[in-house]
C-alpha cells in the first residue's frame, strides 16, 4: 500500500523506532513525519519509506486539514495519536528485539 499525506505510520528504525506519527508530506523517497510533541510540525522529522511501516488511513478532522493543507495545531496530532495509540500494539507491527553491541 502506498503512503499518502495524512496516514499514521510506525517508525520501525533509529531513536524513534515503535513510535506513530502522522505523514505531513511525501517525496518519493522520503516522507515528513510528525507527532506534535516531539517532532512538531514546524521542524517535522524526514525519513525513508523503508524504515517506516503503514498502520492506518484515518477518517478524521486532522487528517482531512492535513490532506487540504489547512492549519493544523500540533495539540491536535497530539489528541489523534494518543486516542489511536491505547488501542495500538506495536509488538503486531514491529519486529522488537536486543540490539547487539560489538563489545571488545
Not at 13 to 20: E, F
Not at 51 to 63: E, K, Q
Not at 65 to 89: C, H, M, P, T, W
Request: charged share 35%.
Amino acid at each position: 500500500m502506498e503512503i499518502q499525506k495524512s496516514d499514521i505510520v510506525l517508525s520501525e528504525a533509529g531513536r524513534d523506532q515503535g513510535m506513530l506519527f502522522f505523514v505531513i508530506d511525501t517525496d518519493g523517497v522520503y516522507v515528513s513525519l510528525a507527532n506534535g510533541k516531539e517532532r512538531k510540525l514546524e521542524a517535522p522529522k524526514r525519513k525513508k519509506l523503508k524504515h517506516i511501516r503503514f498502520v492506518l488511513r484515518p477518517d478524521s478532522t486532522v487528517a482531512a486539514k492535513i490532506r487540504s493543507g489547512d492549519k493544523v495545531l500540533n495539540s491536535e496530532l497530539r489528541r489523534e495519536l494518543a486516542a489511536y495509540g491505547q488501542k495500538f500494539n506495536p509488538r503486531r507491527f514491529l519486529k522488537l528485539g536486543k540490539r547487539r553491541r560489538n563489545r571488545t
